[in-house]
C-alpha cells in the first residue's frame, strides 16, 4: 500500500487554526474534528489510515509565527510517530 503523503505549506501556518485548516483538507480528517490539540492526537492515532507521512516544509517559518504552538505539535507529532509504526513525520526548515 503506498503512503499517503501530506506536505504542509509552513509559509501558509501562523497559527493552529491554520494547521487545523491544512491538515483536515490534505488528509480528510472527520467532521466530527474538534480543532485542539487533543482531537488532532485522537484523530491522527484512529481515524486517518496509514501508511501516512507529514511532511512539513518551511517550518522554520511557522516556528516563528505560532511560538509555543509550534513546539507542542511538533512533540505532540513525534510521539504519534513513535505510537504507530505507520506514520512518519519530516520537518524541512
Not at 16 to 28: A, E, K
Request: hydrophobic share 40%.
Amino acid at each position: 500500500m503506498p503512503i499517503k503523503r501530506c506536505a504542509l505549506n509552513g509559509l501558509a501556518i501562523h497559527s493552529l487554526d491554520d494547521l487545523y485548516d491544512q491538515l483536515s483538507n490534505r488528509l480528510s480528517m472527520p467532521a466530527h474534528f474538534g480543532r485542539n490539540l487533543d482531537a488532532l492526537w485522537d484523530v491522527l492515532s484512529t481515524d486517518v489510515a496509514g501508511p501516512f507521512k507529514i511532511v512539513w516544509k518551511h517550518s522554520d517559518d511557522s516556528k516563528k509565527s505560532m511560538g509555543k504552538d509550534f513546539e507542542r505539535v511538533v512533540k505532540m507529532l513525534q510521539e504519534l510517530e513513535e505510537e504507530r509504526d505507520d506514520f512518519q513525520l519530516t520537518i524541512e526548515p
